[in-house]
T-cell receptor
Framework: GAGVSQTPSNKVTEKGKYVELRCDPI?????LYWYRQSLGQGPEFLIY????????DSGLPNDRFFAVRPEGSVSTLKIQRTERGDSAVYLC??????????????FGEGSRLTVL | ELKVEQNPLFLSMQEGKNYTIYCNYS?????LYWYRQDPGKSLESLFV?????AVKQEGRLMASLDTKARLSTLHITAAVHDLSATYFC???????????FGQGTELSVKP
């Protein structure tokens, strides 16, 4: 694909439900990142994968949030027992090999999550 | 903890005028990025600054980095309406792609 693809683009759910957000990075990009952006704020780092393993998950707010990347390509961000405060746009980004440290990130369009 | 602060947060400009957006950060880093975001859209990479003294220009935008002062600037020359957007700076906080973003500067260019 031409760019980072995220699905769904919009998700409305009820408090307490489980949601999954999917990210398909640019082909050949080894690093994948999840960010969360609240209205009027800058993106907030959640987790970063280099290949299949989470290289840095220090931004995950609590144990309700989990992300996987089992084959080193597509990633899924999983949120359990959603709360209204989880409402935000979840952005995925990827970067090419050769720039694992501080390389330029290419962002997807985001998944807008609304928890009622 | 790395903090990134931008100012101003809101900027209303007239077409044809010049202005500068400032990005200050709190700990040592020599990698700084500028992104543009249009309403409801994702982030578009504008500039990647990877060393002290780096200067990059694209059209009416010019970005610079002073790592000693922990300061980057985004200078807008002869603004046009198409530049209206929110601009973010981001600093590499861990040499692992963990970018820390500023709050963003919402730019509005009026005729």
């Amino acid at each position: 694909g031409a760019g980072v693809s995220q699905t769904p683009s919009n998700k409305v759910t009820e408090k307490g439900k489980y949601v999954e957000l999917r990210c398909d990075p640019i082909s050949g990009h080894t690093a994948l990142y999840w960010y969360r952006q609240s209205l009027g704020q800058g993106p907030e780092f959640l987790i970063y994968f280099q290949g299949t393993g989470a290289a840095d998950d220090s931004g995950l707010p609590n144990d309700r949030f989990f992300a996987v990347r089992p084959e080193g390509s597509v990633s899924t961000l999983k949120i359990q027992r959603t709360e209204r405060g989880d409402s935000a746009v979840y952005l995925c980004a990827s970067s090419p090999p050769g720039t694992p440290f501080g390389g330029e990130l290419f962002f997807g369009e985001g998944s807008r999550l609304t928890v009622l | 903890e790395l903090k990134v602060e931008q100012n101003p947060l809101f900027l209303s400009m007239q077409e044809g005028k010049n202005y500068t957006i400032y990005c200050n950060y709190s700990t040592t880093s020599d990698r700084l990025y500028w992104y543009r975001q249009d309403p409801g859209k994702s982030l578009e990479s504008l500039f990647v600054l990877l060393s002290n003294g780096a200067v990059k220009q694209e059209g009416r935008l010019m970005a610079s980095l002073d790592t000693k002062a922990r300061l980057s600037t985004l200078h807008i020359t002869a603004a046009v309406h198409d530049l209206s957007a929110t601009y973010f700076c981001a600093v590499d906080g861990s040499q692992g792609g963990k970018l820390i973003f500023g709050q963003g500067t919402e730019l509005s260019v009026k005729p």
